[in-house]
């Protein structure tokens, strides 16, 4: 079994960090690329970063220069730095990851069940 856990999600006011992180567990042979998607109450589901296998990052332009996406790839884990937070930020965030199963042969993308964070104005 192959599940991913997003934790650090809560309230913070406007201006201020939050981190959070993605751990991945189960039978893992290989994670590729990895990202976080958000969930604003009334719209859709949306990339907020992506980083490669080999650490390369992207970004939404709406994050640009507050947040930075990370991995540690020894742990299995995604992380979200989170600066500089805005109302508009408050959001589910979900973290993606392809996976390679132990013993198996192709890649999936595997969801989390999603943090909420609150930005207060």
């Known amino acids: 079994q192959v599940q991913l856990v997003e934790s650090g999600g809560g309230l913070v006011q406007a201006g201020g960090s939050r981190r959070l992180s993605c751990a991945a567990s189960?039978?893992?042979?290989?994670?590729?690329?990895m990202g976080w998607y958000s969930h604003p109450p009334g719209k859709q589901r949306e990339l907020v970063a992506t980083?490669?296998?080999?650490?390369?990052?992207n970004y939404a332009d709406s994050v640009k220069g507050r947040f930075t996406i990370s991995r540690d790839n020894a742990k299995n884990t995604l992380y979200l730095q989170m600066n500089s937070l805005k109302p508009e930020d408050t959001a589910v965030y979900y973290c993606?990851?392809?996976?390679?199963?132990?013993?198996?042969?192709?890649?999936?993308?595997?969801w989390g069940q999603g943090t909420q964070v609150t930005v207060s104005s």
């Open positions: 993606k990851a392809g996976i390679k199963r132990a013993f198996g042969n192709r890649e999936a993308d595997y």
């Open positions: 189960g039978s893992i042979f290989s994670i590729n690329g």
């Open positions: 980083i490669s296998s080999g650490g390369l990052t």
